[in-house]
């Protein structure tokens, strides 16, 4: 028994002295495994959201000759375009794979193949960073690092953001916001210091999603300086390698739009608050301030000092990033789904999402007790559980902060768990047992089909099996089969054949549904009118009032805007929008058929039933 604990041992303390390259092959293990099982996506281009399918215009379009700081779409709202508030940076990769993959393999399939291992890149640093971060929390032979670096496989919406062909840059921003924690809690404080002032850069140059994050990483930075003696040895380094990058990476990838004051992207703004923030925190790291009220007070003077300073000048800022009107929240995007907060989900769908984070919270503030006599590992332990609970508090605002709230619980639900399995091995059997089936119970609940599955049938056992009577089973039917509808047509409306049909057409402008336009110009050569995008605003407000309004309403509009085609997928999801809110719209009617004479329907040959409808629009 002692040779087998003492070979344990061993291999134990290789795989933690080789922990990099362990997580290195574990990655490709991963990547290699969902490459082949979304073989059949891959081989569809099935760029399931909007995002994926107008980054890959964009791309595109740069690699077509496009001017690299021009990121207008031209084929959204044309002549003039549509304005992108994203950079360039996200696009390198992809490009480089299409490059590369072209040497091999004819054009289209190199830009599948391209657009489904570009999202698996990112998915490496975020595993290094949290098994960097659990090694940091656990004592040295722990093997927590491991559960860290497998546990974004049972985090599924962070883990979505790295499916192939997910090529939106939103891995990109967790990975980062993860490096960045890692950067925080690392014992070198310079080397933390670099990385984390150059993820917070590199995030802010990508997109202004997680800045609430590196906002809450400049404070806790900022705080360890007040309360920590020498803590400015990590402080300089972060501040220069945020001003420094910021300001290089402005320079390098700003589009020209960005290059205006906006709010909703890197621009002179960001570069002047974010510029004079590090500068501030610089010059404090360099002050003989020798107790801790004293650079509290002096680091609340700057502190205000750099507010002041952006409130005085960009007021707007601090209303809201996206700058939409009244009307455009109110009509469309209330209506996005990630946009809504947690309470506003399923019961089902909320515990699925809310598992991780909150375990991860219970567990951050477990391990803050367990270490509170260890000063230095109290610190790594209280800045993952501020972080964490930042996060959990997030998705009561919008649950966009999901994927982020997931994956910064692992550190700590990786130490728990390796924790909790270490009991279960040493304990007698029904101590493991115990164990096992707590074990199985929380990863059920990471399924979101396990957890509708058991409330459903919770629920059914509670009220005594049926519905009460055959009203409410008729219109239990009726609901169920206009879900289905709905996803069959938000399924099929998208899919490659059914666009590309469109392609026996002249080149032309298609008046169709918002969340349609970005697919339809990424698998035609045609154009649209408009994409979820806010500062397509203008053009989005035209499609909610054709369609709400009378068909003359409609015609006025798409004359405005040059369409020649209008193209109806029936129970579309954001049709049902239209269908609710304006009955006698002309987006209802012409669901029903109830068309104008001005619209001809216009048939293409097919040897499959088209899931649309396309008529031609007469002036």
């Known amino acids: 028994m002692s040779a ?4 344990s041992h061993r291999t134990l303390c290789w795989a933690n002295d080789n922990w990099k390259w362990l997580t290195f092959l574990i990655w490709l293990g991963i990547a290699a495994y969902y490459l082949a099982i979304r073989a059949d996506n891959i081989h569809w281009f099935t760029l399931g959201d909007t995002d994926d ?33 994203w950079s360039r940076l996200v696009d390198l990769p992809i490009a480089g794979l299409m490059l590369l993959l072209g040497l091999v393999l004819e054009q289209g399939l190199a830009d599948r193949w391209a657009c489904a291992a570009a999202p698996l890149l990112p998915l490496l640093p975020l595993m290094l960073s949290l098994g960097f971060i659990t090694r940091r929390l656990t004592a040295p032979d722990s093997a927590a690092w491991i559960i860290a670096v497998l546990a974004p496989l049972g985090a599924p919406m962070g883990l979505a953001m790295y499916m192939p062909l997910r090529i939106d840059h939103h891995g990109w921003q967790l990975a980062l916001t993860v490096a960045m924690l890692a950067g925080i809690v690392d014992r070198k404080w310079l080397r933390g210091g670099l990385v984390a002032g150059f993820a917070s850069a590199l995030s802010i140059a990508i997109g202004m999603e997680m800045m609430v994050y590196l906002a809450g990483a400049g404070a806790l930075i900022a705080l ?29 990838f700003a589009s020209n739009a960005n290059r205006l004051p906006v709010c909703d992207a890197l621009s002179p703004v960001w570069v002047a608050v974010l510029g004079i923030a590090a500068g501030g925190m610089l010059a404090l790291s360099l002050l003989p301030l020798r107790t801790w009220p004293a650079r509290l007070a002096v680091g609340a003077a700057v502190g205000a000092a750099v ?86 508090g997030l998705m009561f605002w919008q649950i966009r902060a999901g994927p982020a709230a997931q994956l910064l619980a692992i550190p700590a639900v990786a130490w728990a768990g390796y924790a909790a399995l270490r009991w ?8 493991r047992i115990a164990g096992l089936a707590g074990v199985a119970a929380m ?47 938000n399924a099929r409306c998208r899919t490659l054949p059914a666009l590309e049909t469109l392609d026996q057409l002249p080149p032309a402008t298609i008046f169709t549904l918002v969340d349609l336009g970005p697919r339809l110009i990424a698998t035609t050569h045609h154009s649209a009118i408009a994409g979820p995008y806010h500062r397509n605003g203008a053009a989005i407000l035209d499609i909610h009032h054709a369609f709400d309004g009378s068909p003359e309403v409609f015609r006025a509009i798409a004359r405005r805007h040059g369409a020649r085609y209008l193209l109806v997928c029936p129970d579309f999801p954001e049709g049902t929008i239209y269908r609710a809110r304006s009955p006698q719209g002309f987006y209802s009617l012409a669901e029903k058929g109830k068309l104008p004479g001005w619209l001809h329907e216009v048939k293409l040959r097919t040897t499959a039933e088209m899931p649309y409808r396309l008529y031609r629009i007469d002036y």
């Not at 690699?63 to 992108?84: E, H, S, T």
């Not at 390698?241 to 300001?247: P, Q």
């Not at 056992?461 to 008729?474: D, I, K, R, S, W």
């Open 443 to 489: 990863l059920a609940l990471f399924n979101a089909d396990a957890v509708q599955g058991g409330f459903t049938r919770w629920k059914t056992a509670l009220v005594g099996g049926a519905p009460v009577n055959a009203q409410q089973q008729a219109q239990a039917d009726a609901r169920k089969a206009r879900l289905e509808r709905i996803r069959r047509a």
């Open 424 to 431: 279960i091995a040493g304990g007698r059997w029904p101590a």
């Open 4 to 7: 087998v604990r003492t070979a």
């Open 307 to 392: 507010g002041g300073f952006a409130l005085l000048n960009w007021p707007q800022c601090f209303t809201g990033a996206y700058q939409i009107s009244p009307e455009l929240d109110r009509l469309w995007l209330s209506h996005v789904r990630e946009a809504k907060p947690i309470t506003a989900q399923s019961l089902p769908s909320a515990i699925s999402m809310l598992a991780l984070p909150v375990g991860g919270a219970i567990a951050a503030l477990i391990g803050c007790i367990a270490v509170r006599r260890d000063g230095e590992r109290l610190w790594a332990w209280g800045t993952v559980a501020l972080m964490t609970l930042f996060a959990l």
């Open 224 to 252: 360890r300086w007040v309360f920590k003696p020498g803590a400015g040895r990590r402080m300089a380094p972060y501040a220069l390698a945020l001003g420094s990058g910021t300001g290089l990476l402005y320079a390098g």
């Open 53 to 85: 399918n107008m980054r890959y215009v964009q791309v595109r379009d740069w690699l077509a000759g496009q001017g690299w700081f021009d990121l207008r779409q031209y084929r959204l709202d044309p002549p003039g375009g549509a304005n992108i508030h």
